[in-house]
């Protein structure tokens, strides 16, 4: 079965990086998109980035825009976010997702978050 | 990037019928995909495409659109469907995703 297993998370000082990981398992990890979307604590789902299934387009939201990369290595079924620069607002848990199939704004399974604190 | 507007909160009779509304620029050209979220818990997908249940997604739940307003319908509301409901799509551009602010729907 579909297993997206997000870690990385943890409490950073403003300012300070941290790279987050999603670990895919159960489905051909090469053939899909792969997005990152977060949600403050009591606040509503924001798209973050997505990655194409072949790595050669990324896009980002305006609030992470050239703080925030993503990659993917295929070798390992793995997608992570790199996240440089952060800022309290950053604070969220942030859940790893998958494409649907011919649906690329159709997130059919995601992981189960990791929270990220950004607190001096 | 375009911006997707829902409802706050949304209350229903156990049994009756809801619908959740989200609206949008964008929705003229892109389907919206529909996610429920129980407290302490990852999103579900639960319409995208035109119609589309995921697998295990019961059919009472049911999706539309028309203009710039996606709806989701649940027909029979129970109360396992008391949670919030974001509906997402494509922004004008189609390179960006943007999500909707979130219904609250009560099952009263």
């Known amino acids: 079965q579909v297993q997206l297993v997000e870690s990385g998370g943890g409490v950073v000082q403003p300012g300070r990086s941290l790279r987050l990981s999603c670990a895919a398992s159960?489905?051909?990890?090469?053939?899909?998109?792969m997005h990152w979307v977060r949600q403050a604590p009591g606040k509503g789902l924001e798209w973050v980035a997505v990655i194409s299934f072949d790595g050669s387009n990324k896009y980002y939201a305006d609030s992470v825009k050239g703080r925030f990369t993503v990659s993917r290595d295929s070798s390992k079924n793995t997608f992570y976010l790199q996240m440089n620069s952060l800022r309290v607002e950053d604070t969220a848990v942030y859940y790893c997702a998958k494409d649907r199939s011919g649906y690329p704004h159709s997130f059919d399974y995601w992981g189960q978050g990791t929270l990220v604190t950004v607190s001096s | 990037s375009s911006e997707l507007t829902q409802d706050p909160a949304v209350s229903v009779a156990l049994g009756q019928t809801v619908r959740i509304t989200c609206q949008g620029d964008?929705?003229?050209?892109?389907?919206a995909s529909w996610y429920q979220q129980k407290p302490g818990q990852a999103p579900v997908l639960v319409i995208y495409g035109k119609n589309n249940r995921p697998s295990g997604i019961p059919d009472r739940f049911s999706g539309s659109s028309s203009g710039n307003t996606a709806s989701l319908t649940i027909t029979g509301a129970q109360a396992e469907d008391e949670a919030d409901y974001y509906c997402n799509s494509r922004d004008s551009s189609g390179n960006y995703v943007v999500f909707g602010g979130g219904t609250k729907l009560t099952v009263l």
């Open positions: 964008s929705l003229r050209r892109y389907y």
């Open positions: 159960g489905f051909t990890f090469s053939s899909y998109g």
